[in-house]
Structure formats: structure tokens, C-alpha cells
């Protein structure tokens, strides 16, 4: 009797039970501990950028980036509706209005070509979301940000270690946030980080991070005492957290290389169910690396998505449908500064299913889904013949 196969499966992939371990030998497992600076520093160092802070989650990195660009209530944030509610509650947060555009029908990202009509006085930032950890067309959208004066944040939840123009994503905006969440490519449970790539948001994000109080200067010898200077929350993860992390960043080539190794398996085995109509690839532009963090299908109906996973189900393979766009959300459309209806983005979404894709995965089990999802194509097919 076969296995149940699951959507996702957190994995070991070096010391992380080792690194935890001399965490709480250390003594000291609350945050900013030795582990998350090993962190921040390989990421500053791998991503080149000017500043690295972790945090508990990829939502709280955004979070972070809202106070830091001084979101008022009535500003305006830009971003695509086919995203996870963390990308618009950092912002309805700080009562700022949501102005959802349409996404493009390759990527799944937000049309660039439909940003800058979507500027207004009141508009005070973009957040493009690097969807299934492919860029969004960032040289375009700094140019319109440039000419409005706003900022960029970079959802870059499923884009860590991906590519725009052989530019790491993360680096590309003003900030950026990431997930390392049991679901992404490098893992942690929970946790995040924030990328800082404008040095006026440094010092001001430290203080934040720490419930408002200059106390990183007080580590650093910069003060004699620490107060309350600003806004803040507690951001930081535990030292735990990192421990776990650290030990994933360390073999993050490995974990990268599995990854494609599963993605590309998937691509060849339905590329000719594509040819006949049957079903849509992921798709990228050439000068975008992927990080295979997803593999989806777009299937030719609703109904059809529905039955092949319904299919999977009744084979012990769990696959899933993504987001309900925020648009059609009741807080979408409380908190939304359009009324428009997104027929891409409602359309796509309501055909894409996601397939197990994990560290973990063997070729065998991924054969399984393979030929599980082959033969529900097959039936379909004569169905329709």
C-alpha cells in the first residue's frame, strides 16, 4: 500500500538539531544571539546588500518595511491581488488604502505595463510580489517609482536566491522581505528576514526591530543606557529559529540544486500534455532565474483543477489551489482603493493547482505524482474525445 504523500514536508538539511543544541548550551536563546548573527551576515554577504535583519516572520519583515516608509492613513500601496494577506495587512496596519492590479497571464506577477495608472497623489509605495520565485519586471517598476517618488518593497517571500538580470531578488527595491517559513526553500518554521538596500532606513529599522528602544546602540557600546526613541514591536526570532536556519543557509546550493532537480522532472513529464492543450507550464522570462520554489499547473477549467485534485486526494497525494485574490476578500474590499475586477487574475487563479515539491521528495514519490496526474489528463482527454 503506497504512502501518503503530503503537500509539504519540513526537512533536515545539515547540523540544524547540532546548531540548536549549542544554542541552548550557550545560555542565551533569546534573539540577536551568535546564530542570527551568522545569518544576517551570510545574507549580507550572499545577496550583497547593505543590511540583513531577521525576524519571526516574513509578515513581520513587512511589517517593519510599512513603518519604515512611514505609511500614514489614506496613503495608497500598489500591489497585485494574487498574493498571501501579509502583503496588504502591513499595510491596512497603518490604515493605508490597497490599490490591487492586474497581474500578467505568464508570470503571475503584477503587470508592470498597468502600475503607473494606477498612481495617485496618495500613493506612497509598490510592493511587487516575485511569484513562485520569479521576478517581477523590476527595471520597469523602479522607473515608475523613481518618477513618483515612491518606494519599493520587495515581497520577495518565494524568491530567495532567484534571479532578475543576474540581480539576486531582495536587492532590487528599497527593501525587501523574506520567508523562511516550513514551506519555503530554506527553512526555519517560522521566520523572515528584512533587506535593506537604501542605508537612511538602517539605524531607524534596528530601533524598530526592537520595540522601539535604541537598545542595538547600547550593545555596541554607542550609549550608556537604552530608551523608548520610536514606534516599534518585538520582530526578532529566537535564537533557536536561527540555529535552524543557519544550518539550512549552509547547504542552500544543495537544497537549490534538489529543487530544480524535482522542478525540471515535472517539466519535462507534462510538457507534451501541454502541446495538446491539456494544461498550462509555469513560465519565465530568459533573463529571470527561478528558484524552483513551486510547481503548478494551470488546468483548462475550474472544474477540471477541482477533479485533479480531488483526483490526487483519492491516490494519497495531497496537491493544493493558492490564493483567493485579496480583491474578492471581505478585507479586500473594505481596505481597497479600486473596484476593479481583475479578470486575469480570477481566472488563473481559479486553475492552478500546486504539486508536492520539497527537499525531501524522492524520484519515486514524484513519479507517483506524475503518473497520477498523467492518468487523471488521460481520462479527461478521452472524456472529451
Known sequence: MNHKIPFNRPFIAGKELYYIAQAVQSGHIAGDGRFTKLCQKWLEERFGVDKALLTH????????AALLSDIQP?????????????????????SAKIRFV??????????????????????KAIV????????????????????HSLIVIEDAAQGVNATYKGRYLGTLGHL????????????????????????RFC?????????GSDRAKFFRGQVDKYTWVDIGSSYLPSEIIAAFLYAQ?????????????????????????????????????AECRHNAHMYYLILPTQKLRD?????????????????????TSPMGRKWSASNDELPITQDLSSRLVRLPCYFELTEAEQERVIEATIEFLKFTIDETD
Open 74 to 94: 489614506g496613503d495608497e500601496v500598489i500591489m497585485p491581488a494574487f498574493t498571501f494577506v501579509s502583503t496588504a495587512n502591513a499595510f491596512v496596519l497603518r
Open 102 to 123: 492586474e497581474i500578467r497571464p505568464d508570470t503571475l506577477n503584477i503587470d508592470e505595463n498597468l502600475i503607473e495608472a494606477a498612481v495617485t497623489e496618495k500613493t
Open 128 to 147: 511587487p510580489v516575485h511569484y513562485a520565485g520569479v521576478a517581477c519586471e523590476m527595471d520597469k517598476i523602479s522607473e515608475i517609482a523613481d518618477r
Open 176 to 199: 525587501a522581505a523574506f520567508s523562511f517559513h516550513e514551506t519555503k526553500n530554506f527553512i526555519s518554521g517560522e521566520g523572515g528576514a528584512l533587506l535593506i538596500n537604501d542605508r
Open 57 to 64: 516572520s516574513c509578515t513581520a519583515a513587512l511589517e517593519m
Open 203 to 211: 539605524e531607524r529599522a534596528e530601533i524598530i526591530r526592537e520595540k
Open 249 to 285: 543557509l549552509e547547504e542552500a546550493e544543495v537544497i537549490t540544486h534538489k529543487r530544480w532537480e524535482i522542478f525540471e522532472r515535472y517539466h519535462s513529464a507534462f510538457a507534451p500534455w501541454q502541446a495538446q492543450g491539456a494544461l498550462r507550464l509555469p513560465q519565465w522570462p
Open 307 to 327: 477533479g485533479l485534485i480531488a483526483h490526487l486526494k483519492s491516490k494519497d497525494i495531497m496537491a493544493v489551489f493558492h490564493y483567493v485574490p485579496l480583491h
